[in-house]
């Protein structure tokens, strides 16, 4: 059974940061390109950041220079640190594994920024 559990969301005032982290289970980890999307009220699903299966990684350029994405393949975690947090970077922050067709989706957790 495959499993992804995303953690450390919660509220936090502008300009902080949050770690967030997304636990795997079931899947070959080292294998799959992994990605963060987000999704805020009223809004379409965006994608935030990715980490390939080598480690090379992209992101969104709202979040360039903020967010960090990286993975530890002996634990099969992902994480995103954010930095320098907005307001418009409140959402609900999922993890996602891809790779060629299988793709595995988490619950998400929520980030609210807010003073």
């Known amino acids: 059974q495959v499993q992804l559990v995303e953690s450390g969301g919660g509220l936090v005032q502008p300009g902080g940061s949050l770690r967030l982290s997304c636990a795997a289970s079931?899947?070959?980890?080292?294998?799959?390109?992994m990605n963060w999307y987000r999704q805020a009220p009223g809004k379409q699903r965006e994608l935030v950041a990715h980490i390939a299966s080598d480690g090379s990684t992209n992101y969104a350029d709202s979040v360039k220079g903020r967010f960090a994405i990286s993975r530890d393949n002996a634990k099969k975690m992902v994480y995103l640190q954010t930095n320098n947090l907005k307001p418009e970077d409140t959402a609900v922050y999922s993890c996602?594994?891809?790779?060629?067709?299988?793709?595995?989706w988490g619950q998400g957790t929520q980030v609210t920024v807010s003073s």
């Open positions: 996602n594994a891809v790779h060629g067709p299988a793709v595995y």
């Open positions: 079931g899947i070959f980890f080292r294998i799959y390109a």
